[in-house]
């Protein structure tokens, strides 16, 4: 059974880089035609996909993200992780990591980041 677990601060102030870890139990970041995906959920809004990380390293952002946004892998711990810079009051949302290409068959629980000073 895959796991994934996001941890980070919680509490971001504007202009920051809000940084989120996925820990992945169950099975290997590495493992042919696998995608890990960072998506947040807004306050009152719909799910937004934020970005992916491939299983050869590859990497793909939302286009309206792209400029912000960084995702990376440590594969010896097997982790993946998200930096997004110059945040705003705008980026609070809760953030979930997921494993697949369009449809997402395992998901974090979330974890909530706010933008406030």
């Known amino acids: 059974q895959v796991q994934l677990q996001e941890s980070g601060p919680g509490l971001v102030k504007p202009s920051q880089t809000l940084s989120l870890t996925c820990t992945v139990s169950?099975?290997?970041?590495?493992?042919?035609?696998?995608?890990w995906n960072w998506i947040r959920q807004p306050p009152g809004k719909g799910l937004e996909w934020i970005g992916y990380?491939?299983?050869?390293?590859?990497?793909y952002y939302s286009p309206s993200l792209k400029s912000r946004t960084s995702i990376s892998r440590d594969t010896s711990n097997n982790q993946f992780s998200l930096q997004l810079s110059s945040v705003t009051p705008e980026d609070t949302a809760v953030y979930y990591c997921?494993?697949?290409?369009?449809?997402?068959?395992?998901w974090g629980q979330g974890t909530q980041v706010t933008v406030s000073t």
């Open positions: 169950g099975g290997s970041i590495t493992t042919d035609y696998y995608y």
């Open positions: 997921a494993r697949g290409q369009t449809d997402y068959d395992y």
């Open positions: 990380i491939s299983y050869s390293d590859n990497t």
